[in-house]
């Protein structure tokens, strides 16, 4: 792939992230993978809309804003996974107290990623590459940290077949790192392969009870689910 650009500090201590091309059969795999996928699923897709929209009430989906390609942000479209109950105050409750048995469903077999497919054909994410974390952890990240931003962000990669939301912050950070050092047509089918196995398994998936940690560069330590 020949000598990748350097993530850096500017003159005032900003992190700039410079861009990774997107190779031109990542791309095509990414268009017509994402098109079928919608295709295919749509039965999958429209089921999961009407048990969230009687389950759960009004609000079938969510967007939260997600670091994508060059440190920059996009949003991440999603099925919403818990309900919308609030307090006395009027603010949302706790993760905990919104937790539902359908939401949980959806996140353990990965049925709350489907409409990420329409970011993937929008060209705002890959089928494959490092999950796009949250657009507030952008600011705290060193150098090193922000490398996997250089390429597009993606729907799995090597975390999600490794261990998913068991896997550490520096675990999650090195894996990306790896798939960004080895990325290849074949080590995308082999991941795309993995996943659909790692789904119908479950295993590590349970994002409703699992939370992880990430310290910043300023040793600022933020708990939040995937």
Request: contains cysteine; charged residues 25%.
């Amino acid at each position: 792939m020949g000598v990748q650009p350097t993530v850096h500090r500017d003159d005032d201590g900003n992190v700039v992230v410079p861009k990774i091309p997107t190779p031109i059969w990542k791309r095509t795999m990414d268009v017509v993978g994402s098109a079928a996928g919608l295709i295919v699923l749509a039965p999958v897709f429209a089921a999961a809309a009407l048990l969230t929209r009687i389950t759960m009430g009004p609000g079938v989906f969510f967007t939260q804003k997600r670091g994508a390609h060059g440190g920059e942000t996009f949003e991440i479209i999603k099925f919403r996974t818990m309900t919308n109950d609030r307090g006395a105050d009027g603010k949302p409750l706790p993760d905990s107290e919104r937790t539902h048995w359908w939401g949980d469903t959806m996140r353990r077999f990965s049925i709350d990623e489907l409409p990420g497919l329409i970011n993937v054909l929008r060209g705002e994410m890959s089928l494959v590459g490092p999950r796009p974390f949250y657009a507030i952890y952008l600011e705290r990240y060193t150098p090193e940290h922000a490398q996997r931003h250089q390429v597009v962000p993606g729907i799995t990669g090597l975390c999600q077949t490794q261990g998913r939301n068991s896997l550490s912050w520096d675990e999650k950070f090195e894996l990306d790192l790896e798939y960004i050092r080895r990325r290849s047509f074949l080590l995308d089918i082999k991941i795309l392969w993995a996943t659909v196995r790692a789904v119908f398994g479950g295993a590590g998936a349970d994002g409703a009870k699992l939370t992880t940690v990430y310290a910043g560069a300023d040793g600022t330590q933020t708990e939040a689910q995937e």
